[in-house]
């Protein structure tokens, strides 16, 4: 059976560029990805994948290809889908965070997409932490008349 990921993806993109939004992905980069290596840092690439800065962007089941200029010279990208951890516009934040999967591994569809902001690396199956009480001390708030 086919991932939902490839889908929950597309449609993410067309919601931003339906909104005016800029659309990014986040990328872990592993070596099957053919991203220029001196934009990677700790591993990770984001990319800007609006039509204005892609040409030729083909968001298909498995990977991800368009030709896209870094520092002026043009290069052509390569992304496998189970590479992105996340996809979401760039003026909010809003998208859809994913859960990286080694390359080999097969995805089941209910655990393939993971509906927390793009900056959690939180997944489904972890339980949000409580927030820490506050210790003592004065309110940091102020009462408004």
Known sequence: MLSTKPYLMRAIHEWCLDQGFTPYLQVVVDER????????RDGQIVLNVSM???????????????????????????VPIDCVVAI???????????DAQPAGSEGSDTDDANAADAGSDQSADTPAEPDPKPTGGRSHLTRIK
Request: glycine share 8%.
């Open 52 to 78: 204005s800065a892609t040409n030729q962007l083909v968001m298909g089941n498995d990977e991800i290809t368009f030709h896209a200029r870094f520092s002026g010279a043009v290069f052509s990208v390569l």
């Open 33 to 40: 990805c053919r991203v220029p290596r001196e934009h990677v």
């Open 88 to 98: 979401y516009a760039r003026e909010n934040g809003q998208g859809m965070a994913f």
